[in-house]
Antibody, heavy 122, light 107 residues
Framework: QVQLVQSGAEVKKPGSSVKVSCKAS????????IRWVRQAPGQGLEWMGG????????NYAQKFQGRVTITADKSTSTAYMELRSLRSEDTAVYYC???????????????WGQGTLVTVSS | EIVMTLSPATLSVSPGARATLSCRAS??????LAWYQQKPGQAPRLLIY???TRATGIPARFSGSGSGTEFTLTISSLQSEDFAVYYCQQYHNWPLTFGGGTKVEIK
């Protein structure tokens, strides 16, 4: 059974960048897409984008295009989400999640990381 | 972008009673619809995918139905651990989108 373990909480200044990691264990990392979803305090879930490690190809929600980069390192079974030009509205819990099935098509998420709180404050 | 709308925003239910949550899509998503449960301080948990298939380990009191634009999650007899926030998600098209959430609280 795959487990996803994310890096710890971050506090960032407006205008800076943050890079959150998501390490997979217990399964085949490269074959399944890893997606990133965020949740602002008291709010709902928002899909940001994802990557398929064996292909290295990523796709992004239009809202975050140009500001986010999602990558994967097969050698360490770790996915990364970097968000740049941070503003206060980016304060949220950021989750990585694994697609339920193999392939490039959109899918439901059957395994989630524990979440990483990113606080943007001057 | 497909807009997902959950109703009601809050559902007050007595333990042991039935809860019915509705999710509407702004255009057809076929059966590419998932339901998640989220408790405070925890990550979401997949309950239902394909509109009606329970995920691994999900109790039979959770059931999903619907296709196209109208979907329902039913919890047949609410247990104490079921009081949480529920989300629907479409995965028919990019971008993936979620409904705003329904909070199921104790009446």
């Amino acid at each position: 059974q795959v487990q996803l373990v994310q890096s710890g909480a971050e506090v960032k200044k407006p205008g800076s960048s943050v890079k959150v990691s998501c390490k997979a264990s217990g399964g085949s990392f490269g074959s399944y897409a890893i997606r990133w979803v965020r949740q602002a305090p008291g709010q709902g879930l928002e899909w940001m984008g994802g990557v398929i490690p064996i292909f290295g190809t990523a796709n992004y929600a239009q809202k975050f295009q140009g500001r986010v980069t999602i990558t994967a390192d097969k050698s360490t079974s770790t996915a990364y989400m970097e968000l740049r030009s941070l503003r206060s509205e980016d304060t949220a819990v950021y989750y990585c999640a694994k697609d339920r099935q193999l392939g490039m098509a959109p899918d439901a998420f059957d395994i989630w990381g524990q979440g990483t709180l990113v606080t943007v404050s001057s | 972008e497909i807009v997902m709308t959950l109703s009601p925003a809050t559902l007050s239910v007595s333990p042991g009673a039935r809860a019915t949550l509705s999710c509407r899509a702004s255009q057809s998503v076929s059966s590419s619809l998932a339901w998640y449960q989220q408790k405070p301080g925890q990550a979401p948990r997949l309950l239902i995918y394909g509109a009606s298939t329970r995920a691994t380990g999900i109790p039979a009191r959770f059931s999903g139905s619907g296709s196209g634009t109208e979907f329902t999650l039913t919890i047949s007899s609410l247990q104490s651990e079921d009081f949480a926030v529920y989300y629907c998600q479409q995965y028919h098209n990019w971008p993936l989108t979620f409904g705003g959430g329904t909070k199921v609280e104790i009446k």
